[in-house]
């Protein structure tokens, strides 16, 4: 059998023996075992440092310099890499970025500590043996010579104070404030898939159960969680497989481009996911969640809140009750129609500028972006709830004033959703605090605004819970405007907040004019003028005279230190006040930490009435941005109704006419699936004319009115769409090995097999990554289909003009075309979308255009000719009379 050691990497730290190293790297490699999977952080001093392969490794990921350390006799140097602590958060953001799980080691006492304790150590063995243990032959942290006894009790307590794994960040800089970090948990039985997901820096915790890996991935990719928790084999240290990372524990169908963490299987089991939710979250049943019944969501559950007991070490678990959703109560959406609307980027380079979201967001907070981004990514279906949307964004469209009132008082709030989150867990610092106070003062300005609000998301701000407004009040008397990041270091509390803290503060600056009025005591009492007082740290206090006065130091001076010019003495009187001074200032110090805690903890005990309030003003944000948006882009409120029409009158496209000048934009109307219309548009038209453009804006314009927003049109009347879906373009999706037909085949068929009477479908070219005669007989049966089986709502984009002969042969169908202007020399395109079909796509006008070389335009021209000549393809579709064949029967 192959012996595990020598698959191990070269400074992997199973391959030593621990007796050889150094008591500091014994210790480090007793928490490396309990987290062999993670990197780990270890503080030493002012650096977080890490050794052997996670040095070579973050030094790689992070590029800083990698050095070394001695590790022992036998060992020699070791690579290592630190950080600075004050950089923690930034670093640990990349390579959480990059997928890894970062583990903290902190001091948990100060050098000082572990010095006296290691004295005391040192003189009860003295007591206990009579000769002295061997001297070492090096001098460790202090200058003391110690044993290696004693260099091991000397060493720093140490203690693992956080996991971080992508999923389960708390901290602002490690967070992306417009975008939830989502931890979803996986488990399967047969089909089925049972789905947890959470965002605890916001503490939105839902549960789902969906019958099919296809519909399990579609939920992924809509969420792309930060991380995704499995039940496996894996033993209990964390196993994270990076993205893109290959294993045989990961199921075929589950996309490898997130971060999976493998958890063990007992996580997940029934019994013990129920036991720890009711526990969690104090009930006596899931019913009231909604879960009670459905298993697998519950285990998935289980086994994320389980993950986050072993990951927030202590901190309490920041997520509100469980919510159960169907996807049956949105509309539905999938990857590829997510990304060929490019809803939230684009697909050319996946920015968000030129995506829908960018054409979109005028929100002033980032919880406001987040909730837009939700509402896009899932919009609705149930009338009602769109309409509560729609009235409040017609009221704030229609009170301009209201609206930018508003919003000027909305740019002044902070992230509360996740100040709350940390507050809740005990993890906010004080700058946290001053911004949830500065947030939680502007609420009582926001209820005023719209006390006479009279839409439904205005009037759920017009009470503010009134225990948040006195925390607010609390919390900008208590805490100074700009406070430290190191809570231990005083200088967080305001002047005049508790009597305790004056009284040694008062105390403290007595002690400090002492000294500054001895300077001038001791000048005048010794003649010597250029006497002063100083500060260092290796000793304190003390008097410095400079070399050409030494000899007139009075006696009771004792000489500390010489340097090249000055002498530096203490006396016994000035370490009585240094002592006294140093003591003073460690307990204000103290007191300042504990009065911040105490604030802490009544902040968090307000988490969830702060957590509400926090998604109240996040959907008004959100609504606003979406009523300017209406008002400057001049939108209107679109009629949706549980019919299957698809009105617009006058649409445009949002995001193309934000990007091209005002008043370029060609408007063009659409009517399908209403009485006598059309199902199925067969749109064609020249090359660059408009055709993609035209059904990317009728689907748009469709999931806006879902979302609750107002819609670029004159006017829309639409029933609500329980599906839209697109094919649109051809990519190779290199990832699977797919070719381009075969995607484009695939996502064809995934629409003829799930759309309904009720779906929306827009499909660009179907048909063209193939030979053309194969590519039309593809993409007129696919269109028969739609239109005689399934009896959809189609926009058809296409340069088959041989698909015109589909609407003589099935009802329901309708040729539209985009029209161009052809000019003696030239084509002019006008975007107009006109009934009847195109008979040209001026294909070679655009290569010209494009700059192929006027030889080759002259040719395409020629061979053009001759082919038009000798087609027929559109003769074999008709009878012998010359009329169109139907479909067959079936
Ligand atoms: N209604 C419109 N008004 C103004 N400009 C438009 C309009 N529609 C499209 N355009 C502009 O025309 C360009 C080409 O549009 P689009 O890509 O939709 O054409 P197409 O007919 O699908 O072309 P192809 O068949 O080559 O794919 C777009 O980049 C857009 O800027």
Same mark, same amino acid.
Request: a negative charge; one cysteine or more; charged letters at 25%.
């Given at each position: 059998?192959?012996?595990?050691?020598?698959?191990?990497?070269?400074?992997?730290?199973?391959?030593?023996?621990?007796?050889?190293?150094?008591?500091?790297?014994?210790?480090?490699?007793?928490?490396?075992?309990?987290?062999?999977?993670?990197?780990?952080?270890?503080?030493?001093?002012?650096?977080?440092?890490?050794?052997?392969?996670?040095?070579?490794?973050?030094?790689?990921?992070?590029?800083?310099?990698?050095?070394?350390?001695?590790?022992?006799?036998?060992?020699?140097?070791?690579?290592?890499?630190?950080?600075?602590?004050?950089?923690?958060?930034?670093?640990?953001?990349?390579?959480?970025?990059?997928?890894?799980?970062?583990?903290?080691?902190?001091?948990?006492?100060?050098?000082?500590?572990?010095?006296?304790?290691?004295?005391?150590?040192?003189?009860?063995?003295?007591?206990?043996?009579?000769?002295?243990?061997?001297?070492?032959?090096?001098?460790?942290?202090?200058?003391?010579?110690?044993?290696?006894?004693?260099?091991?009790?000397?060493?720093?307590?140490?203690?693992?104070?956080?996991?971080?794994?992508?999923?389960?960040?708390?901290?602002?800089?490690?967070?992306?404030?417009?975008?939830?970090?989502?931890?979803?948990?996986?488990?399967?039985?047969?089909?089925?898939?049972?789905?947890?997901?959470?965002?605890?820096?916001?503490?939105?915790?839902?549960?789902?159960?969906?019958?099919?890996?296809?519909?399990?991935?579609?939920?992924?990719?809509?969420?792309?969680?930060?991380?995704?928790?499995?039940?496996?084999?894996?033993?209990?240290?964390?196993?994270?497989?990076?993205?893109?990372?290959?294993?045989?524990?990961?199921?075929?169908?589950?996309?490898?481009?997130?971060?999976?963490?493998?958890?063990?299987?007992?996580?997940?089991?029934?019994?013990?996911?129920?036991?720890?939710?009711?526990?969690?979250?104090?009930?006596?049943?899931?019913?009231?969640?909604?879960?009670?019944?459905?298993?697998?969501?519950?285990?998935?559950?289980?086994?994320?809140?389980?993950?986050?007991?072993?990951?927030?070490?202590?901190?309490?678990?920041?997520?509100?009750?469980?919510?159960?959703?169907?996807?049956?109560?949105?509309?539905?959406?999938?990857?590829?129609?997510?990304?060929?609307?490019?809803?939230?980027?684009?697909?050319?380079?996946?920015?968000?500028?030129?995506?829908?979201?960018?054409?979109?967001?005028?929100?002033?907070?980032?919880?406001?972006?987040?909730?837009?981004?939700?509402?896009?990514?899932?919009?609705?279906?149930?009338?009602?709830?769109?309409?509560?949307?729609?009235?409040?964004?017609?009221?704030?469209?229609?009170?301009?004033?209201?609206?930018?009132?508003?919003?000027?008082?909305?740019?002044?709030?902070?992230?509360?959703?996740?100040?709350?989150?940390?507050?809740?867990?005990?993890?906010?610092?004080?700058?946290?605090?001053?911004?949830?106070?500065?947030?939680?003062?502007?609420?009582?300005?926001?209820?005023?605004?719209?006390?006479?609000?009279?839409?439904?998301?205005?009037?759920?701000?017009?009470?503010?819970?009134?225990?948040?407004?006195?925390?607010?009040?609390?919390?900008?008397?208590?805490?100074?405007?700009?406070?430290?990041?190191?809570?231990?270091?005083?200088?967080?509390?305001?002047?005049?907040?508790?009597?305790?803290?004056?009284?040694?503060?008062?105390?403290?600056?007595?002690?400090?004019?002492?000294?500054?009025?001895?300077?001038?005591?001791?000048?005048?009492?010794?003649?010597?003028?250029?006497?002063?007082?100083?500060?260092?740290?290796?000793?304190?206090?003390?008097?410095?005279?400079?070399?050409?006065?030494?000899?007139?130091?009075?006696?009771?001076?004792?000489?500390?230190?010489?340097?090249?010019?000055?002498?530096?003495?203490?006396?016994?009187?000035?370490?009585?006040?240094?002592?006294?001074?140093?003591?003073?200032?460690?307990?204000?110090?103290?007191?300042?930490?504990?009065?911040?805690?105490?604030?802490?903890?009544?902040?968090?005990?307000?988490?969830?009435?702060?957590?509400?309030?926090?998604?109240?003003?996040?959907?008004?944000?959100?609504?606003?941005?979406?009523?300017?948006?209406?008002?400057?882009?001049?939108?209107?409120?679109?009629?949706?109704?549980?019919?299957?029409?698809?009105?617009?009158?006058?649409?445009?496209?949002?995001?193309?006419?934000?990007?091209?000048?005002?008043?370029?934009?060609?408007?063009?109307?659409?009517?399908?699936?209403?009485?006598?219309?059309?199902?199925? $548009?067969?749109?064609?038209?020249?090359?660059?004319?408009?055709?993609?453009?035209?059904?990317?804006?009728?689907?748009?314009?469709?999931?806006?009115?879902?979302?609750?927003?107002?819609?670029?049109?004159?006017?829309?009347?639409?029933?609500?769409?329980?599906?839209?879906?697109?094919?649109?373009?051809?990519?190779?999706?290199?990832?699977?090995?797919?070719?381009?037909?075969?995607?484009?085949?695939?996502?064809?068929?995934?629409?003829?097999?799930?759309?309904?009477?009720?779906?929306?479908?827009?499909?660009?070219?179907?048909?063209?990554?193939?030979?053309?005669?194969?590519?039309?007989? $593809?993409?007129?049966?696919?269109?028969?289909?739609?239109?005689?089986?399934?009896?959809?709502?189609?926009?058809?984009?296409?340069?088959?003009?041989?698909?015109?002969?589909?609407?003589?042969?099935?009802?329901?169908?309708?040729?539209?075309?985009?029209?161009?202007?052809?000019?003696?020399?030239?084509?002019?395109?006008?975007?107009?979308?006109?009934?009847?079909?195109?008979?040209?796509?001026?294909?070679?006008?655009?290569?010209?255009?494009?700059?192929?070389?006027?030889?080759?335009?002259?040719?395409?021209?020629?061979?053009?000719?001759?082919?038009?000549?000798?087609?027929?393809?559109?003769?074999?579709?008709?009878?012998?009379?010359?009329?169109?064949?139907?479909?067959?029967?079936?």
């Amino acid at each position: 059998m192959a012996d595990p050691a020598t698959q191990l990497s070269q400074w992997d730290f199973r391959r030593f023996e621990r007796s050889d190293l150094t008591p500091m790297l014994q210790q480090y490699v007793e928490v490396k075992a309990q987290h062999p999977h993670c990197l780990l952080l270890y503080r030493m001093g002012d650096f977080y440092e890490t050794f052997l392969a996670d040095a070579e490794i973050v030094s790689r990921e992070l590029e800083i310099v990698l050095t070394g350390r001695q590790a022992g006799d036998k060992i020699g140097r070791i690579p290592m890499a630190g950080i600075p602590h004050h950089a923690l958060e930034r670093y640990c953001a990349q390579l959480i970025d990059k997928g890894y799980a970062v583990v903290i080691c902190d001091q948990v006492e100060s050098p000082e500590q572990a010095k006296e304790r290691a004295r005391q150590a040192k003189a009860a063995r003295r007591s206990k043996t009579d000769g002295d243990a061997p001297l070492l032959p090096l001098l460790l942290e202090d200058s003391e010579q110690l044993t290696w006894e004693d260099a091991e009790s000397a060493l720093v307590r140490r203690a693992v104070t956080r996991v971080l794994t992508p999923g389960t960040v708390l901290e602002d800089q490690l967070l992306v404030g417009r975008r939830n970090n989502y931890l979803a948990a996986l488990v399967q039985a047969g089909e089925c898939w049972g789905l947890a997901f959470a965002d605890i820096s916001t503490g939105e915790f839902q549960v789902t159960q969906l019958e099919s890996a296809e519909a399990l991935v579609q939920e992924l990719l809509r969420l792309q969680p930060a991380e995704v928790l499995m039940s496996s084999d894996a033993p209990d240290p964390l196993v994270l497989l990076r993205p893109g990372e290959a294993s045989s524990e990961r199921p075929e169908c589950l996309p490898s481009q997130f971060c999976y963490t493998l958890r063990p299987r007992r996580y997940f089991e029934l019994d013990e996911a129920r036991r720890l939710l009711l526990e969690t979250f104090g009930v006596r049943s899931l019913e009231g969640f909604g879960c009670e019944n459905l298993p697998l969501a519950v285990r998935a559950a289980g086994g994320l809140v389980q993950h986050l007991l072993e990951t927030q070490r202590g901190v309490s678990i920041p997520l509100e009750g469980i919510r159960t959703y169907t996807l049956s109560q949105y509309l539905i959406l999938d990857h590829q129609t997510r990304r060929n609307l490019e809803l939230t980027q684009t697909v050319r380079d996946g920015a968000q500028y030129g995506s829908l979201l960018w054409a979109l967001d005028r929100t002033r907070t980032v919880m406001g972006g987040r909730a837009l981004r939700r509402w896009l990514l899932q919009p609705l279906l149930d009338i009602r709830a769109i309409g509560r949307r729609q009235d409040s964004v017609a009221e704030l469209h229609n009170e301009g004033l209201l609206r930018e009132r508003l919003q000027r008082i909305l740019e002044s709030v902070y992230d509360l959703e996740r100040l709350a989150g940390r507050c809740g867990s005990g993890t906010a610092n004080a700058r946290d605090l001053v911004a949830l106070g500065e947030s939680l003062l502007k609420l009582p300005a926001l209820a005023e605004a719209v006390a006479a609000s009279t839409s439904p998301y205005l009037k759920a701000l017009q009470s503010i819970p009134v225990e948040l407004e006195r925390l607010g009040e609390k919390l900008r008397r208590t805490l100074v405007d700009t406070p430290p990041l190191i809570l231990t270091e005083g200088g967080l509390i305001r002047a005049g907040v508790h009597p305790e803290l004056e009284g040694m503060r008062r105390q403290l600056v007595e002690d400090r004019d002492w000294l500054v009025d001895l300077e001038a005591r001791e000048r005048a009492r010794t003649g010597i003028q250029t006497l002063k007082v100083g500060f260092n740290k290796a000793f304190g206090y003390y008097l410095s005279i400079s070399r050409g006065k030494a000899e007139k130091a009075p006696p009771e001076y004792l000489r500390k230190q010489t340097l090249t010019n000055e002498e530096r003495y203490i006396t016994p009187e000035l370490k009585e006040r240094e002592t006294r001074i140093l003591n003073a200032q460690q307990q204000t110090n103290q007191l300042e930490y504990e009065i911040f805690n105490i604030l802490r903890q009544e902040a968090g005990r307000h988490v969830s009435a702060l957590r509400q309030v926090a998604r109240r003003v996040a959907a008004l944000d959100a609504l606003a941005g979406l009523a300017e948006v209406a008002v400057y882009h001049d939108y209107c409120r679109p009629v949706l109704g549980e019919g299957r029409e698809v009105h617009i009158e006058a649409g445009r496209h949002p995001v193309i006419e934000q990007a091209i000048p005002a008043g370029f934009f060609v408007p063009n109307d659409a009517r399908m699936g209403g009485q006598a219309e059309p199902d199925l $548009i067969i749109l064609t038209g020249p090359n660059m004319s408009g055709k993609s453009s035209f059904i990317r804006q009728v689907a748009l314009i469709q999931l806006l009115a879902q979302v609750g927003s107002f819609v670029p049109a004159r006017k829309a009347v639409l029933g609500v769409a329980d599906r839209i879906f697109t094919r649109v373009g051809a990519v190779d999706d290199l990832a699977t090995g797919q070719s381009t037909f075969m995607v484009e085949m695939t996502e064809t068929a995934n629409i003829l097999n799930h759309a309904t009477p009720r779906s929306l479908v827009l499909l660009d070219e179907i048909g063209r990554g193939t030979a053309t005669f194969d590519g039309l007989a $593809i993409a007129w049966a696919v269109a028969e289909y739609l239109a005689s089986h399934i009896r959809c709502r189609t926009i058809f984009a296409t340069h088959y003009h041989e698909l015109n002969e589909l609407a003589s042969v099935v009802s329901g169908v309708a040729n539209y075309q985009v029209t161009v202007q052809e000019l003696a020399d030239r084509i002019v395109f006008l975007h107009r979308v006109t009934p009847g079909g195109a008979d040209r796509s001026y294909g070679i006008e655009v290569g010209r255009l494009a700059g192929l070389p006027s030889s080759v335009v002259a040719r395409a021209r020629t061979v053009l000719a001759q082919v038009e000549q000798h087609s027929q393809i559109a003769v074999g579709l008709r009878d012998s009379n010359g009329n169109a064949s139907g479909p067959t029967a079936g």
